[in-house]
T-cell receptor, first 113, second 111 residues
Framework: EPEVTQTPSHQVTQMGQEVILRCVPI?????FYWYRQILGQKVEFLVS????????KSEIFDDQFSVERPDGSNFTLKIRSTKLEDSAMYFC???????????FGSGTQLSVL | DQQVKQNSPSLSVQEGRISILNCDYT??????FLWYKKYPAEGPTFLIS?????DKNEDGRFTVFLNKSAKHLSLHIVPSQPGDSAVYFC??????????FGTGTRLKVLA
């Protein structure tokens, strides 16, 4: 079965540094998402992306965050200046039409020191 | 604002018995519901879904029930197996294509 792939699986960074989390969604999917899960808490919506633009974002997704689809296959999440509270597991997800099941990647564990 | 709630953080069930996981929602605009299973250090994996025009959907050992008037859905797993031990999330979407997840219920199936 096709899958969403995420790299790296773990990322350690110093507070204030920029990080880029990378994702390759399923090839025929049109809707792309980033979610995060702080340890032991719920899976939180960050942003959805369709037709090369953000369709919706949460209050968590402030000016420090940005997303990009630089080519036909990659989907990236950039955090410009990381904070301690950005430490979480970040999940990329994609959906064929935004109405059916959402496929998740295995996540990137981000640790901000 | 917690639009999707799973009020039981954990549940233990004997192998072979039924597991019932519950989920409540507040937004009447939600029209599609999904259940996901999550193992540690992995992404959530899709289990089963239901449209708001139905009240039941079944797939093998998994059945989802939807009670729109009560804004409640449940996932039944019969029979439960040790491999079902995981965290289960319900999710809901409306026309904006934004999937909202509940807080999760940790299921432990005892052998």
């Amino acid at each position: 079965e096709p899958e969403v792939t995420q790299t790296p699986s773990h990322q350690v960074t110093q507070m204030g540094q920029e990080v880029i989390l990378r994702c390759v969604p399923i090839s025929n999917h049109l809707y792309f998402y980033w979610y995060r899960q702080i340890l032991g808490q719920k899976v939180e919506f960050l942003v959805s992306f369709y037709n090369n633009e953000i369709s919706e974002k949460s209050e968590i997704f402030d000016d420090q965050f940005s997303v990009e689809r630089p080519d036909g296959s990659n989907f990236t999440l950039k955090i410009r200046s990381t904070k301690l509270e950005d430490s979480a597991m970040y999940f990329c997800a994609s959906s064929r039409d935004g109405r059916e099941k959402l496929f998740f990647g295995s996540g990137t564990q981000l640790s901000v020191l | 604002d917690q639009q999707v709630k799973q009020n039981s953080p954990s549940l233990s069930v004997q192998e072979g018995r039924i597991s019932i996981l519950n989920c409540d929602y507040t937004n009447s605009m939600f029209d599609y519901f999904l259940w996901y299973k999550k193992y540690p250090a992995e992404g959530p994996t899709f289990l089963i879904s239901i449209s708001s025009i139905k009240d039941k959907n079944e797939d093998g050992r998994f059945t989802v029930f939807l009670n729109k008037s009560a804004k409640h859905l449940s996932l039944h797993i019969v029979p439960s197996q040790p491999g079902d031990s995981a965290v289960y999330f319900c999710a809901a979407i409306s026309g904006t294509y934004k999937y909202i997840f509940g807080t999760g219920t940790r299921l432990k199936v005892l052998a």
